[in-house]
């Protein structure tokens, strides 16, 4: 029997479970976990979960906040990559700063990864993912 990787869906934006028309919580599997996990770890600081002693956890994208454009354009592709290095379960291929989106502050990030093959079974699918998401810099 192959155990499938399960997690509460949670919303994109705010980070809170998602409640299904019976009022249960919803889950995910497969792709969409993997999905979850990457935003999760963007999101959170690094340093800040207080039970992560080795300080592996989130990244350090909210100094984008204290960058110049220019700055951040070139800086947020080795800090995903830092962010994502410890999970087993993808290889990144690319991280791209697309470039701006309706105000001046916010950059379209855009990560190129594929499930590592092995780490979840219940992904057959090995192809290569896309997830964009944004983020805002200081100036």
Not at 30 to 42: D, E, M, P
Not at 83 to 88: G, I, K, V, W
Not at 127 to 137: G, K, P, Y
Request: charged share 25%; glycine share 8%.
């Amino acid at each position: 029997m192959i155990e499938m990787s399960w997690d509460f869906a949670l919303d994109g934006e705010t980070g809170d479970w998602v409640f299904g028309p019976d009022r249960d919580y919803l889950s995910v599997t497969g792709n969409a976990i993997l999905r979850q996990n990457i935003l999760t770890r963007l999101k959170i600081p690094r340093g800040s979960f207080i039970y992560d002693e080795i300080g592996s956890l989130g990244s350090r994208l909210y100094d984008a906040l204290r960058m110049t454009r220019d700055d951040a354009i070139s800086e947020i592709p080795g800090i995903v990559r830092e962010a994502l290095a410890p999970m087993n379960e993808i290889v990144v291929s690319d991280v791209q700063v697309l470039g701006d989106i309706s105000e001046s502050r916010q950059l379209l990030v855009r990560i190129m990864y594929s499930p590592r093959v092995g780490q979840m079974p219940e992904i057959s699918d090995i192809s290569e993912e896309t997830l964009d998401f944004v983020v805002t810099t200081g100036a």
